[in-house]
């Protein structure tokens, strides 16, 4: 059974970064597209990032020049690297394959306030 479990959120003001962290237990990591998803109080989920299992990278927009995903296979984890962040990032923040194959995780909290 494939576990997701995301890390590393907190609260941070305006302007500042965090590093999400997500590891994936009992699957070959390597061969899957992962992503990172977001979802705002009230709103869906919403893609945020994608890397495919060979390092081409995806953004959304709205994070475009701010946020960089990676990964490292053998450790089976994937990772966020936010910077510059708005009150509009605060979300709870998930990772998953490109389409959402394994069960979702508990997420991380992401809340950007001054």
């Known amino acids: 059974q494939v576990q997701l479990v995301e890390s590393g959120g907190g609260l941070v003001q305006p302007g500042g970064s965090l590093r999400l962290s997500c590891v994936a237990s009992?699957?070959?990591?390597?061969?899957?597209?992962m992503g990172w998803y977001r979802q705002a109080p009230g709103s869906s989920r919403e893609v945020v990032a994608l890397?495919?299992?060979?390092?081409?990278?995806n953004y959304a927009d709205s994070v475009k020049g701010r946020f960089t995903i990676f990964r490292d296979n053998a450790k089976k984890m994937v990772y966020l690297e936010m910077n510059s962040l708005k009150p509009e990032d605060t979300a709870v923040y998930y990772c998953?394959?490109?389409?959402?194959?394994?069960?979702w995780g508990q997420g991380t909290q992401v809340t950007v306030s001054s």
């Open positions: 998953n394959t490109r389409s959402g194959t394994f069960s």
């Open positions: 009992g699957t070959i990591f390597r061969i899957y597209d």
């Open positions: 890397i495919s299992n060979g390092g081409s990278t």
